[in-house]
């Protein structure tokens, strides 16, 4: 059982970066793919980015690719979305997630990103 916990959030002016952090506790972190996904108000949860167990692949949505990248510190037990050049269309609440088979089980409470044009 995996225990994840989002921070990082806030408000940020159009074309400002932030860096997103999950921390994990429970389980064997690195057994564990790791995803961010974001949903915006009316909107479905979208997938984002995800990093392999011991971090040496990533996939990023094509939309967010160049923007958006993940990484992982597995000694830490942490996993963070930095986001740069952001746009208003990017507010939404963003969660990460662990996967250790075909499926995301295991989900945080997530953090609010906020963009002010």
């Known amino acids: 059982q995996v225990q994840l916990v989002e921070s990082g959030g806030g408000l940020v002016q159009a074309g400002g970066s932030l860096r997103l952090s999950c921390a994990a506790s429970?389980?064997?972190?690195?057994?564990?793919?790791m995803g961010w996904f974001r949903q915006a108000p009316g909107k479905e949860r979208e997938f984002i980015a995800h990093?392999?167990?011991?971090?040496?692949?990533?996939y990023y949505v094509d939309s967010l690719k160049g923007r958006f990248t993940i990484s992982r510190d597995n000694a830490k037990k942490t996993v963070d979305l930095q986001m740069n050049r952001l746009k208003p269309e990017d507010p939404a609440i963003y969660y990460c997630?662990?996967?250790?088979?075909?499926?995301?089980?295991?989900w945080g409470q997530g953090t609010q990103v906020t963009v002010s044009s």
């Open positions: 997630s662990a996967r250790q088979n075909n499926k995301y089980d295991y």
């Open positions: 429970g389980g064997t972190f690195s057994n564990y793919v």
């Open positions: 990093i392999s167990g011991n971090g040496f692949r990533t």
